[in-house]
């Protein structure tokens, strides 16, 4: 038994395979390049969406760093100290609560004197009637 003997590819049906083979490629390349481009179209969208949003927050933060000014005040040449404003804030709710646990102390001092008071108040006038 002979094996069959192979037939040598002619040139035209060498060219044929591998212009099938770059025809094949070309496909795979038309379709990574429409996805490509549409993933470039989606990041330019997200991009255009975030500087949109950037925008909008740097107009809010001027917007309200104008309030703040008019809030306080200062005039156009006059900087602003957040960070003293927000120590001098907790400095000043520090003496709030310090006062009022005074008042509460003061009150629970005035309620006692009144009390002791009133009974000696009550027994000096039990003691003066006969």
Request: charged fraction near 40%.
């Amino acid at each position: 038994h002979r094996a069959p003997v192979r037939e040598k590819p002619t040139k035209a049906s060498c060219c044929k395979e591998e212009l099938e083979d770059i025809l094949g490629k070309l496909e795979k390349f038309k379709v990574q390049n429409s996805k490509l481009k549409l993933d470039v179209q989606a990041l330019l969208d997200e991009k255009e969406d975030l500087i949109d949003e950037r925008n909008q927050l740097v107009e809010k933060n001027d917007r309200l760093h104008r309030e703040m000014i008019n809030l306080l005040r200062l005039e156009p040449g006059q900087t602003l100290n957040i960070d003293h404003l927000l120590m001098e804030n907790r400095s000043l709710q520090g003496q709030i609560t310090r006062l009022r646990d005074e008042k509460d102390l003061a009150n629970a001092m005035g309620r006692k004197y009144r009390e002791a008071w009133e009974k000696t108040r009550c027994a000096v006038k039990t003691d003066a009637k006969p």
